[in-house]
């Protein structure tokens, strides 16, 4: 060794020394021996072997077996078992003695080792032993032949890849998700990785590792199984041999019925790989323990997030109380005030409640007291019925003067009654009549008039908004908007009407007195009749009805159309009809005298012309229901 002192320069007089850098720690690495020189090191002391015995390092090729491997291996009364024909079902590497190292062997152990097995059990090598040869039959049924196939399957490299594929000493299972399984992980799986490894393509696959790796570590882990390529394949495992078809088609059958085979097997290989690892990802540890670390980690990030937001709400909450309060005592000082008003307020009206249900207590007293002014039992009745309307009708100080009247003697208080319920009477008609010209005036009113809110409505824009009400009830979607579609579609006025128009000139015809309704309706139908009086009778069909809810009109009131005109479908005729509809299609033979039959009441030409009736309703209603709908998308 040479000396390190000795081959640094001489030190000459007059030489100073000085100091650069420092020298980093020491690292203390551990070193893995590998190589072939190594590899030849470990054969030598194997074999007890010199330097000068071999100093060159041999190949795997050409590495020999010791006779301690071989005969431990050694097994004849196997061999003697065998039968030559189920020769896809023994363990090659049993016949020729190698199952201990199985498919580690080399090409030349596999080699040596069928040369030994050659030596001792080919038939005329018995013979010259002097040993006795029992086949089970003559020829290729002696068990040597399994010596031979053995050998020509492991001595084939693609052959030796195509069993060891179907290795019947490999160990398939794979380990389940369990809690055993999860405390003992590192000795549940790592065995089952490194089994599986030696199907991958690749020559490093990485170890499973300890508790202690990193997480880059676990994730290339997991990542170079998940996209794990094996060159396992089960061609070994083919029932029909392609070889043996008498044609080229069998043959092509035969190599389909493989190739189908084949990739099933494949698939449940791939499946059975992705189990593995998906069930040591759900045991791991480690997974655990990143994921809890990250989700610490992020919760130590939104914990601190959160008190700093906390701490500037906490800031600006204490700024809005301060001006809370303040604004609490202005309000709190308002809110007395008014109530100390409406207190008062509230004090007033009572009394006046009180006074006036007095009154009116004193109104119905003194009306019974001279039996409703009235001997005659009906007009009794009807007296009852003004007596109430006066006391909702008249004011405080109006009850307090017709009580007064009341209280001299019973002429007088009769005078005085009736008189009272004359003004009543004719105060109330008087606000009809008032109501019935605003509602006149308001539909006559010019176009000078045109700057106004309301819009002009015609006796038949009326009519047609009666039967559009009827057609679309209430519970239809949009149901203003479908009305006032359908009012643009069949008015010929040309006035375009919206929702609102529809909603306000119904709420005015509901204000309206029955009798002011009637007269509305007879114009309407008036101006329906001038229009269309060239129309031959026989020619016009009978108006649609509505059944649901007894002829409803627009505006509640229960019409009697059905009643007075002997034509109308009443709910009978109407149903039997719909029903003989459904029961006869259109391709039914004498379609419309069946319909007929079911409707005994109705001729043949009434059930057409209601059916045609009908389908012009429905269209009518999924046109306006259709404009709607293009109007809201646009």
Request: hydrophobic fraction near 30%.
């Amino acid at each position: 060794m040479v000396n390190p002192v000795k081959m640094l320069p001489a030190v000459e007089e007059g030489d100073s020394s000085c100091v650069v850098t420092k020298l980093a720690a020491p690292l203390r690495l551990l070193v893995e021996p590998v190589g072939r020189w190594y590899e030849a090191h470990k054969y030598r002391r194997h074999h007890h072997h010199t330097l000068s015995h071999n100093e060159s390092l041999p190949s795997s090729d050409s590495s020999d077996l010791s006779e301690d491997d071989l005969s431990e291996d050694e097994d004849d009364s196997m061999l003697m078992d065998l039968d030559p024909k189920e020769w896809k079902d023994q363990d090659h590497y049993a016949v020729l003695g190698i199952k201990k190292i199985r498919y580690k062997a080399s090409d030349e152990q596999i080699k040596k080792a069928y040369k030994r097995k050659v030596l001792k059990h080919h038939p005329d090598k018995r013979k010259k032993a002097g040993g006795v040869a029992v086949p089970r039959k003559d020829g290729d049924d002696d068990y040597f032949t399994c010596i031979t196939k053995a050998y020509e399957i492991l001595g084939n490299p693609v052959k030796r890849r195509s069993y060891d594929s179907v290795d019947p000493e490999f160990e398939e299972e794979v380990p389940s998700i369990s809690n055993n399984n999860r405390d003992n992980f590192f000795q549940v799986f790592t065995p089952a990785f490194e089994r599986n490894a030696r199907f991958s393509t690749k020559r490093r696959v990485p170890k499973l590792g300890n508790a202690e790796a990193s997480i880059e570590e676990v994730d290339r882990f997991y990542k170079f199984w998940y996209d794990f390529k094996s060159w396992r394949e089960f061609s070994y495992l083919d029932e029909e041999e392609k070889e043996k078809g008498e044609n080229r088609d069998e043959r092509r059958w035969i190599e389909k019925q493989n190739k189908t085979e084949q990739k099933r097997r494949k698939k449940e290989e791939v499946t059975r790989l992705r189990q593995l690892v998906d069930n040591a990802y759900a045991c791991d540890p480690r997974i655990k323990k990143f994921r809890d670390d990250e989700k610490e980690k992020k919760a130590a990030e939104k914990r601190a997030k959160q008190e700093a937001i906390k701490a500037a709400a906490m800031e600006k909450e204490r700024e809005r109380q301060a001006a809370l309060e303040a604004e609490r005592l202005a309000k709190e000082k308002e809110e007395e005030e008014a109530k100390a008003k409406a207190q008062a307020a509230k004090k007033e009206r009572e009394a006046l409640k009180k006074v006036t249900k007095k009154e009116r207590k004193k109104l119905r007293d003194t009306a019974k007291k001279y039996n409703y002014f009235t001997s005659d039992e009906p007009e009794r009745v009807k007296l009852m019925t003004e007596v109430e309307k006066l006391c909702e009708a008249l004011s405080l100080t109006s009850l307090q003067s017709l009580n007064e009247e009341l209280g001299k003697d019973e002429e007088a208080a009769t005078t005085a009654f009736f008189k009272q319920v004359s003004e009543m009477n004719e105060a109330l008609e008087n606000e009809k009549q008032e109501e019935l010209r605003k509602h006149q005036a308001g539909q006559g009113s010019s176009k000078g008039k045109g700057a106004s809110k309301e819009k002009q409505w015609s006796n038949e824009d009326l009519q047609i908004l009666i039967k559009a009400a009827n057609l679309f009830p209430p519970g239809t979607v949009k149901r203003y908007e479908v009305i006032a579609s359908y009012i643009n579609q069949h008015s010929t006025s040309g006035v375009t009407r919206n929702a609102k128009d529809i909603i306000s000139k119904t709420k005015d015809l509901q204000k309206l007195d029955p009798s002011v309704k009637a007269e509305v309706n007879k114009r309407a139908f008036d101006k329906f009749e001038q229009t269309r009086g060239k129309l031959k009778k026989d020619d016009i069909p009978d108006p649609s009805q509505r059944f649901n809810n007894g002829g409803a009109s627009a505006d509640g009131s229960a019409g009697d159309t059905a009643a007075s005109d002997p034509k109308a479908w009443t709910n009978d005729e109407q149903k039997r009809l719909e029903q003989a509809l459904k029961t006869y299609p259109a391709s039914t033979k004498d379609r419309w005298d069946r319909i007929k039959e079911a409707v005994p009441t109705r001729t043949k030409k009434e059930c057409m012309l209601r059916y045609k009736e009908l389908v012009e309703m429905v269209k009518a209603k999924k046109a306006a229901q259709a404009g709607v709908a293009k109007q809201a998308k646009s």
